[in-house]
């Protein structure tokens, strides 16, 4: 398995950024499909982007798509989601996690997750 810890979350006005990382020890990453996910209270946690860490295809929700953007740094073991023009919707918990299958939009389809990381856009 793969450890993976999130940071990067707080608090942030409507029409503001953060950048969440996701950073990864233990098994080789790259073999690995890494997702980000949120749950925000209530709801059930919904796949949010993806990148396949050795081919760097992205594939992202509607929800979100042309204001984040997934990218990794290969050189730090490490996945980044980049959320600009953030809206109080997105407020919830963030989640990195790996699959062994790529493109995969199904929690259970992963193996490996964080610990999350607390995202509050506020109004």
């Known amino acids: 398995q793969v450890q993976l810890v999130e940071s990067g979350g707080g608090l942030a006005q409507a029409g503001g950024s953060l950048r969440l990382s996701c950073a990864a020890s233990?098994?080789?990453?790259?073999?690995?499909?890494v997702g980000w996910f949120r749950q925000a209270p209530g709801k059930e946690r919904e796949f949010v982007a993806g990148l396949t860490w050795s081919g760097g295809n992205t594939n992202y929700a509607d929800s979100v798509k042309g204001r984040f953007t997934i990218s990794r740094d290969n050189a730090k073991n490490t996945v980044y989601l980049q959320m600009n023009s953030l809206k109080p919707d997105d407020t919830a918990v963030y989640y990195c996690a790996a699959s062994d299958y790529t493109h995969q939009r199904i929690p259970g389809m992963y193996h490996s997750w964080g610990q999350g990381t607390q995202v509050t856009v506020s109004s």
């Open positions: 233990g098994r080789t990453f790259s073999r690995y499909y």
